[in-house]
Each structure stands twice: as structure tokens, then as C-alpha cells.
């Protein structure tokens, strides 16, 4: 028997309302149904970048640039990844400006244009409606490099969403991660939703889970991948220095170079 201070899980009642976490723990099953095989996709378009030394950049504006730290120089994950950004879009000097920046003509396609990706490189682009101009040209300008695109966004996000340019992120990717982002992110109250915004939670596991099978895919060939350790464990800053003269030069946010 558990003791006094153990917490219960609650069992719903089948006449209850379903909980946050019990919505939260069904939209990831669903996720898991839905982007499984994207998943797998993924895992073996990124090992095969990596292993011909190429770079994934990687883009999101406003509360999607979470996506991007949560990307990039983050214990656990690859080094060989860059954020392509504009200072625009980043909404915590400037909030009411990053919305109207995201929704400008000509500002995802020049960012990207300005980290000039090329094969064997891959862009991975977070945007939960991908409906907005600067994740879809993003998108766009890559693609037309020949870089194949991943676009982690919600189909049924998108399809609600007012449609701001004449194409989705969707639209130009090789594979799409679905997200299942319920329309206007809140989750709750069920009945009427309004607050507790899921987005982030549903893709930052996503981006977890084509991490995981990443790592699977290399061990089963036998490929080292280049990964950031810890600077909080013994000789992480050391496997770290290592990584930082690897790619430096060709990702200048690592320094401010």
C-alpha cells in the first residue's frame, strides 16, 4: 500500500470531464499515432546530413523561437545545428512587433537567404499554424536551395488559422512533424478552452522523440554523433571545446562572431 504522503493518481470518473493532464497525456498519444513514421523520417534525413558534415538550421518566430533554444546548444542535443532568426520576430524587447514582423512580405525569405543553406544541409521550421509569411518563407527559400525542409506544425492548427500567405509551411516540406496543436493552443476549460497553451509542450517532445530515435539510428550504424554534454558534469566543458572548434566557423551564434 502506498504511504500517507504518497500522492493518488486520480481515476477519472467516465462521467467526469477529462483533467489538463489527461487531455495533455491523449494529444500525445495522438501525436505519437499521427507523426510516428515522420518520426523515423526524420531521424534518418538528419543522420544523413550529419554524416556528410552538413548543418540543420533551424527557425520558429515569436513563441516558437523556444523551439529554437530548445534546438541549439542544449545538453543532450546536436552541435551541428544553426538558428536562423531575426531579432524582429523575438517577442520579449518587443511583443506587438514580433507578431507584425512574423506577418511581414520578405522577412523569412531574406533571413534565410542570409544563412545560405546548402546540401547536404537540413532546415527544421517550428510554427503551429505555419499560415504566417515568415515560417512559410522560410520554408520556401530552403527548399528552392535545394535543402530539404521538416516542418513541425499542426494540420488542424493550420487549417483554422487566417491564412496570411498564399501557401503553408506544409506546403514546402519533405516531411511533416504533426503536432495535433488543438486551434488557439489553450486546453483549457475543455468546454470552452482559454488558457494553458500546449504548442510548446507537444513539440518540444516531438523534437525529443526525433532526438531519441536519432541517437537509435546512429548506434544501429555505428555513427558518432556530434552532441553537446552537460557543462554541469565532469568533462562536459572539455567534450564541449571540442565541439565549439568543430563548428564555430560555420555556426558564428555559437561565439557572436
Do not use: K
Request: proline residues 9%; charged residues 25%; hydrophobic residues 40%.
Amino acid at each position: 500500500m502506498p504511504d500517507a504522503a504518497s500522492p493518488r493518481r486520480h481515476a477519472p470518473d467516465p462521467g467526469e470531464r477529462p483533467r489538463f493532464p489527461e487531455r495533455v497525456r491523449s494529444l500525445l498519444d495522438d501525436l505519437d499515432t499521427a507523426s510516428g513514421e515522420a518520426v523515423g523520417g526524420t531521424a534518418a534525413l538528419l543522420l544523413e546530413s550529419i554524416e556528410a558534415d552538413g548543418i540543420v538550421h533551424v527557425a520558429g518566430a515569436g513563441h516558437s523561437l523556444a523551439m529554437v533554444c530548445e534546438t541549439f546548444y542544449r545538453a543532450g542535443g546536436l552541435a551541428a545545428v544553426r538558428p536562423i532568426w531575426d531579432p524582429g520576430v523575438f517577442p520579449l524587447d518587443d511583443a506587438v512587433r514580433s507578431t507584425r514582423v512574423e506577418r511581414q512580405d520578405g522577412v523569412g525569405r531574406a533571413v534565410a537567404a542570409g544563412a545560405a543553406p546548402a546540401p547536404p544541409d537540413v532546415a527544421v521550421v517550428f510554427s503551429t499554424s505555419g499560415r504566417n509569411p515568415y515560417p512559410v518563407e522560410v520554408a520556401e527559400e530552403c527548399a528552392a536551395r535545394g535543402v530539404p525542409v521538416v516542418a513541425v506544425t499542426s494540420a488542424r492548427a493550420s487549417r483554422r488559422a487566417p491564412a496570411r500567405a498564399d501557401t503553408t509551411l506544409a506546403d514546402h516540406a519533405a516531411i511533416v512533424l504533426d503536432t495535433r496543436v488543438p486551434p488557439g493552443d489553450a486546453l483549457h476549460p475543455p468546454e470552452a478552452p482559454r488558457t494553458a497553451a500546449v504548442s510548446t509542450i507537444l513539440a518540444a517532445y516531438t523534437w525529443a522523440r526525433v532526438l531519441a530515435a536519432l541517437d537509435d539510428l546512429a548506434s544501429e550504424r555505428g555513427v558518432e554523433l556530434p552532441r553537446w554534454t552537460s557543462a554541469n558534469v565532469p568533462g562536459g566543458d572539455e567534450v564541449n571545446a571540442a565541439l565549439l572548434e568543430r563548428y564555430r566557423h560555420r555556426v558564428p551564434e555559437l561565439t557572436g562572431e
